[in-house]
């Protein structure tokens, strides 16, 4: 069973920055793309950044671009969302999840384990 235990997030002031870290227990983790959702509240879960095995693609929503970075560390088995220059409107819960394959998707469907979720607060 794949776990994902996400940490780093908190309370901050816009334009601040948070990094958010999220440890998977899975012995194969480079073979798998990873991405980040997030989740408001009223709202539904949307995509944020995804990353392949290797880390050598990304992908971001339009909303994040140029602002956030999605990167990985597989001999740490962990991948990384550094959120630079936050807005209030990037206030949700953030979750990490795996993807089914290595193939980085924006689609929730294309993921079958997610963590907990960290909440992200970004006061104006």
């Known amino acids: 069973q794949v776990q994902l235990v996400e940490s780093g997030g908190g309370l901050v002031q816009a334009g601040d920055s948070l990094r958010l870290s999220c440890a998977a227990s899975?012995?194969?983790?480079?073979?798998?793309?990873m991405g980040w959702f997030r989740q408001a509240p009223g709202k539904k879960r949307e995509f944020v950044a995804a990353i392949t095995g290797s880390g050598g693609t990304t992908i971001y929503a339009d909303s994040v671009k140029g602002r956030f970075t999605i990167s990985r560390d597989n001999a740490k088995n962990t991948v990384y969302l550094q959120m630079n220059s936050l807005k209030p409107e990037d206030t949700a819960v953030y979750y990490c999840?795996?993807?089914?394959?290595?193939?980085?998707?924006?689609?929730?469907?294309?993921?079958?384990?997610w963590g907990q979720g960290t909440q992200v607060t970004v006061s104006s």
């Open positions: 899975v012995r194969t983790f480079s073979s798998y793309a």
């Open positions: 999840a795996q993807s089914v394959n290595n193939y980085y998707s924006y689609l929730p469907e294309q993921y079958d384990y």
